[in-house]
């Protein structure tokens, strides 16, 4: 059996080492449009602020291929899909044939839609590349304004303020997190992380950005204008999917796939930031994990379904840890407060009709594997153990 895997994120490689255990014989191929083999995304704000070395980030270093006799085609795209011969091609030319294929290519960054975005010194971080270039960029520079308040931008802005920059994130909502905390709890992290030496600038939306005098210059539709030297842009991430647009794969925002993770086309399957399924793409490593292991079980033979998970995201900054569990923003939640000793941290349960929801930790998250296993739980059997009001 011949399997071809486009991406070596947590789904193509999770997918990967699922085939090998349940295929010891297969073929199994990987192409990526990275430089390393499987690294954690989430620590590249670490690599930013130099508090991490890019090597500490490997998940599965290239010896670990080679033991499971797994081959790693890197810095290699793939430009066409023909899935009725079954064949890939790469853009460097390199001619694949696949019995199952899984696309795990992931997501690409947003680059927002105003005029001087494609400018010098403008940034998006998605791989260790990226990090290099802005290390370099940003070194004998003061300014940053990092557009976006979510969380890597949060994360990215406070790794700047660790090689001691001067940093203004600016965000189009009028908090930040917006769809992972509450309103008070925005206010409450803002809070914080003023502390901390970030400048904010909330609900904002960007005209244009230009160079003046060896600065760059960010014009907002309020006719504020800030200058700066670096721009950071954290505006989320769309499906790299544009390879798949000229085949009969059905797709919305991202490629659409079952409770199996196959797409419309027998044998072809899909993982990840770049895999829609029940309408959500979720753009979190665990669940990106989990949806490459069912994938890659399927692939080698089984017939595993995907059970949706309860969304997780976390985000630690200086110290200050957020979780936001499950729903927090659905309508008619009723909130409930947890009681803390800690006078700078923000706990809250989330439910509808009695039932847990959802919840969010900021600052104290002791209680978060407790609240996870009781989402769906009644509300009222668990209160007291949690002192909540």
Not at 152 to 174: C, H, Q
Not at 273 to 290: F, P, V
Not at 361 to 387: C, P, Q, Y
Request: glycine share 10%.
């Amino acid at each position: 059996m011949r399997y071809v895997i486009i991406g070596n994120g947590p789904a193509g490689a999770y997918t990967a080492n699922w085939i090998r255990k349940k295929d010891p014989d297969g073929q199994i191929t990987i192409v990526s449009d990275e430089s390393y083999p499987l690294y954690s995304r989430p620590g590249l704000p670490d690599v930013l602020s130099g508090s991490k070395l890019p090597e500490k980030l490997i998940i599965f270093p290239i010896d670990w291929y080679k033991k499971n006799n797994i081959e790693l085609i890197l810095n290699t795209k793939a430009a066409s899909i023909d899935t009725e011969s079954k064949n890939i091609i790469t853009d460097s030319n390199i001619s694949l044939d696949y019995d199952k294929l899984m696309i795990a290519t992931g997501g690409k960054p947003n680059r927002i839609p105003v005029d001087g975005i494609d400018g010098k010194n403008i940034f998006t971080l998605r791989n260790l590349n990226d990090v290099a270039e802005i290390k370099s960029a940003v070194e004998n520079n003061n300014g940053v304004i990092v557009i976006g308040g979510g969380l890597l931008g949060l994360e990215t802005a406070y790794s700047f303020v660790l090689l001691n920059k001067n940093v203004t994130v600016i965000e189009y909502f009028n908090r930040l997190l917006p769809g992972h905390i509450d309103e008070e709890g925005s206010y409450k992290l803002q809070e914080l992380l003023e502390c901390l030496g970030l400048n904010f600038i909330l609900g904002a939306e960007i005209k244009e950005t230009s160079d003046y005098k060896n600065k760059k210059r960010v014009l907002l539709k309020s006719g504020r204008q800030i200058s700066t030297d670096i721009i950071q842009i954290s505006a989320g991430i769309t499906p790299a999917v544009d390879f798949i647009r000229n085949t009969k794969l059905k797709y919305g925002r991202g490629i659409i796939v079952n409770s199996h993770m196959e797409t419309n086309i027998r044998d072809i399957y899909c993982a990840g930031d770049s895999a829609e399924y029940n309408g959500r793409i979720y753009g979190l490593w665990q669940i990106a994990m989990k949806q490459g292991i069912t994938a890659g079980k399927n692939m080698a033979g089984d017939h595993v379904t995907y059970k949706e998970d309860i969304p997780v995201v976390k985000l630690k900054v200086a110290g200050i840890n957020i979780v936001s569990i499950g729903e927090t923003e659905l309508d008619g939640l009723e909130e409930h407060r947890l009681n803390t000793h800690d006078t700078n941290s923000y706990n809250k349960i989330f439910t509808l009709d009695g039932t847990i929801k959802g919840a969010i930790l900021i600052g104290d998250i002791s209680l978060e594997n407790v609240i996870k296993e009781d989402i769906g739980k009644d509300f009222s059997i668990i209160r007291n153990n949690i002192k909540a009001e």
